[in-house]
């Protein structure tokens, strides 16, 4: 018994030691990117332009970039949302969400 425990340990602590010698890779954004801005955006407002819009394609303009975005299809029109309460668990449909892909007309860049 007393040698799994001191093999436990040994497997732990070389474990240990090898997550001490690994280096993050995050960059700061300025090292990742040429050029970028932080944006503060209306979320509801942009919510009810792209929304209004029935076209698989959508067109806006946001602080002056012109935007074409395209539904990502990554969720379902079927999708609910399990909650687990007091009450045991409720399926409700999820909240309004939108995921998009999309590009710049300016750079063709992706968004």
């Known amino acids: 018994m007393y040698l799994h425990k001191l093999l436990y340990i040994l497997f732990v602590w070389i474990g240990f030691q090898g997550l001490m010698g690994q280096?993050?890779?995050i960059k700061p954004i300025d090292q990742k990117f040429r050029?970028?801005?932080i944006l503060s955006l209306?979320?509801?407002q942009l919510?009810?332009?792209?929304?209004?819009q029935r076209s698989e394609q959508k067109n806006i303009t946001l602080n002056n970039w012109d935007l074409t975005l395209f539904d990502?299809?990554?969720i379902s029109s079927k999708y609910t949302a399990r909650i687990a309460g007091s009450n045991g668990i409720l399926e409700e449909r999820a909240p309004s969400v939108l995921a998009l892909n999309g590009y710049t007309r300016q750079e063709e860049g992706l968004v």
Do not use: H
């Open 23 to 25: 280096s993050s890779s």
């Open 35 to 37: 050029k970028f801005e």
């Open 42 to 44: 209306p979320s509801s």
């Open 47 to 52: 919510y009810g332009s792209i929304s209004a």
């Open 72 to 74: 990502s299809e990554i």
